[in-house]
């Protein structure tokens, strides 16, 4: 089903949603067997994957449901996050300071790889 701003309400809203683009991609996350997770991995790579990107992307796609049954988790692996930065010594800034250009931290695997 598509909203009223015509948005598909599924994994392929939000990959309208990012500046992801490309067909190879597009293709290998549509024969997933979990293509929001496959998504999320592939557009961590780029410079719009952001939490509030994401929001903003569903809130277009009228998907509060989503919003309302994890805002309570993200804001704790957000606080886990930067507790474990923390621990390494580092910030959020530093963080993107360190690794602009390049790869993106978005998983705790990715924080752990820090340092």
């Given at each position: 089903l598509r909203t009223e701003n015509k948005s598909l309400r599924d994994w392929r809203g939000v990959y309208e949603g990012t500046n992801?683009?490309?067909?190879?991609?597009?293709?290998?996350?549509?024969?997933?067997?979990?293509?929001?997770?496959?998504?999320?991995?592939e557009w961590k790579h780029f410079e719009d994957a952001t939490i509030v990107n994401l929001l903003n992307i569903l809130e277009t796609m009228d998907r509060f449901d989503v919003i309302d049954d994890n805002c309570e988790r993200i804001k704790c692996d957000m606080q886990a996050?930067?507790?474990?930065?923390?621990?390494?010594?580092?910030?959020?800034?530093?963080?993107?300071?360190k690794i602009a250009g390049s790869e993106k931290v978005l998983t705790y695997d990715d924080i752990a790889m820090l340092k």
């Open positions: 992801i683009q490309n067909n190879m991609i597009y293709e290998k996350i549509k024969h997933s067997q979990n293509p929001f997770k496959l998504l999320l991995e996050a930067d507790k474990l930065l923390k621990e390494k010594g580092l910030s959020v800034g530093a963080v993107e300071n």
